[in-house]
């Protein structure tokens, strides 16, 4: 194996670990939104919006679930502006 691909290999673990601890995180932030939700006995909303490729299904439930999907797309949008930006960096 020559010298270039040493280093390849090193980032593409390193990117799996950050994805696979991305997933982690995302999945314990979901489970103690649930856990807290079932302990307080009060009423809850909950606004996301899913991205299938272009296309955005907003799904919301509770008292204010316009709200909660309002903060959603502003938040998705700023991590898509995030992402366009550090890929604009990377290509020099």
């Not at 950050?18 to 856990?35: C, E, K, M, P, W």
């Not at 909303?45 to 799904?59: A, V, Y």
């Amino acid at each position: 194996m020559g010298t270039s691909s040493e280093p390849e290999s090193g980032r593409n673990r390193i990117l799996w670990m950050l994805l696979v601890a991305g997933t982690a995180v995302a999945l314990l932030g979901i489970a103690i939104i649930i856990l807290a939700s079932v302990l307080s006995g009060g009423s809850t909303s909950i606004g996301t919006i899913i991205f299938i490729g272009p296309i955005p299904i907003i799904i919301g439930s509770g008292s204010n679930p316009a709200l909660l999907a309002l903060i959603a797309a502003i938040i998705a949008l700023a991590i898509g502006v995030m992402l366009l930006a550090i890929r604009k960096r990377t290509r020099i």
